[in-house]
């Protein structure tokens, strides 16, 4: 029976003055019950306007319409037929700016929960599911992938269901990328990871992890070992700074060494001997995702107060509408319309407190967002004794710098056809060594092409005897 209810089902969430203080997961996902109801909302549109918004395309009305029947297994089939992390992509997935974006019943209400019910789909497969190798039958073609972040997982879980050898190259010594080291386990429980990358391991993908490639092994070397084709999805993790007075004070981080040390070392957790400053104010500048997240993590270490400082408007703020609300339920405020202009020190150079300049909202900018402009005389100090720069990263030089034939943009990021070929043959790439830093199903999508195109490339054509590998 339809459910023609115009609100969301609701899912069940940790209490804001509970969670902020601990690191378990606040939403607690949809029972079994809720999840049919939710399905039940779907119009199963004949035009499916919701998969143009998913970049892996996955066969959303479809896997609805079996959750709707209970049929929640046969869901997880549809769902990873092209979806190689759906229980990730249910938890961070920024729905609500792509496939729920499109779906009909948000014209006049809100859209189907497409993000929660595959989550629920995801999990309730962990549970009670037991995995089938899809793997197609070897075809004896190596092909090596660089990252076992998003996009390089995508490309090698699509790679070996079409019978590949693909070996996984990941320079620190756990599987997962973004997954792992900057997303906290709150939003994405790290043992959720790690039974998705099992998953891949039991289709063949094997994983070499400490593997510096541009140091222990080249591009080049790479296919001197038998690899046909190179997949780099070596993410974008080097962190960019503001380039003000008192960077180099002691308490400021990048956002990516602070998270790092909390989510992938483990430094919330006594047992763990990781070093972390627990600051008692902290302000982590920027608004997208990783800075929602750590905001959301130093309040979790015990600081009392903890903001974000954003240089535009509420309207702006690029973190998803789901963690800009948790953040604010959970006591982060927000400084808007706000930027640093210095940071400042005490004797013992460590920091003390931040200058800002209060800022308007001038003409848009080449992108079309407008543009900060500071008012003049507005300056005043906040005090605080820690700083998180979450203001962006960008692609490590390491591979392209030791790499002849591989061109990047002014960006550092590495160039690309719409094949997602690089400008050295045999070698692609996609995820945030291409974009700069995106989100992760853009990364998963990026991917998911670039196995395609390797497929093209090495596989016969129908009615060749011929290899051209």
């Not at 892996?56 to 992390?85: C, H, M, W």
């Not at 609500?96 to 789909?121: H, M, P, T, W, Y």
């Not at 790290?190 to 591009?219: N, P, Y």
């Not at 405020?333 to 930027?339: G, K, N, P, Q, S």
């Amino acid at each position: 029976m339809p459910n023609m209810s115009m609100q969301k089902t609701p899912m069940p969430a940790q209490a804001p003055e509970v969670r902020n203080k601990n690191f378990d997961e606040v939403t607690l996902g949809y029972t079994p019950e809720m999840a049919v109801l939710e399905a039940q909302r779907c119009l199963q549109c004949k035009h499916r306007p919701c998969m143009k918004g998913c970049p892996v395309a996955v066969r959303i009305p479809e896997f609805i319409a079996k959750v709707a029947q209970g049929d929640f297994l046969a869901a997880y089939e549809i769902i990873t037929s092209t979806n190689a992390l759906p229980a990730v992509c249910g938890r961070v997935c920024p729905q609500e700016n792509q496939c729920e974006r499109e779906c009909v019943r948000g014209i006049k209400g809100e859209s189907v929960a497409i993000g929660r019910l595959e989550r629920f789909v995801a999990d309730y497969f962990m549970e009670y599911g037991t995995a089938a190798s899809k793997r197609a039958e070897p075809n004896g073609i190596k092909v090596a992938v660089i990252g076992a972040g998003p996009a390089g997982l995508s490309c090698a879980g699509d790679l070996a269901r079409r019978g590949f050898e693909v070996t996984v190259y990941e320079a620190i010594h756990k599987a997962g990328g973004v997954l792992v080291y900057g997303i906290p386990e709150f939003r994405l429980p790290k043992a959720i990871v790690e039974r998705e990358i099992d998953s891949l391991r039991a289709l063949g993908v094997k994983i070499e992890t400490d593997m510096v490639i541009g140091r222990a092994l080249s591009l080049d070397e790479l296919g001197e070992m038998g690899y046909k084709a190179v997949f780099v999805g070596s993410g974008a993790g080097l962190p960019r700074f503001m380039g003000i007075e008192g960077e180099g004070l002691l308490g400021v981080y990048s956002a990516n060494e602070f998270l790092t040390r909390i989510n992938l070392m483990k430094a919330y957790k006594d047992e763990y001997d990781t070093p972390i400053i627990r600051s008692k104010s902290v302000a982590v500048i920027g608004g997208g995702n990783v800075a929602m997240d750590a905001a959301r993590c130093a309040m979790r270490l015990g600081a009392e107060r903890v903001y974000i400082v954003y240089r535009r408007g509420e309207e702006e703020i690029p973190a998803r509408l789901e963690e800009i609300h948790h953040a604010k339920e959970e006591g982060i405020e927000f400084r808007l319309l706000t930027a640093p202009t210095r940071l400042l020190g005490d004797d013992q150079g460590w920091v003390r407190g931040m200058e800002c300049v209060k800022m308007r909202l001038g003409e848009p900018d080449a992108s079309g967002r407008r543009s900060p402009v500071e008012i003049p005389g507005s300056q005043y100090e906040m005090e605080v004794d820690s700083v998180i720069m979450a203001i962006g990263t960008s692609p490590n030089p390491l591979i392209r710098t030791t790499t002849e034939g591989l061109q990047a943009d002014r960006r550092g990021c590495l160039i690309v056809n719409e094949e997602m070929a690089t400008t050295k043959p045999g070698v692609y790439a996609g995820g945030d060594a291409v974009t700069g830093a995106a989100t992760v199903i853009l990364a998963m999508g990026a991917g998911k092409k670039a196995a395609e195109s390797i497929a093209n490339l090495l596989l016969p054509s129908p009615g060749s005897e011929e290899n051209p590998a």
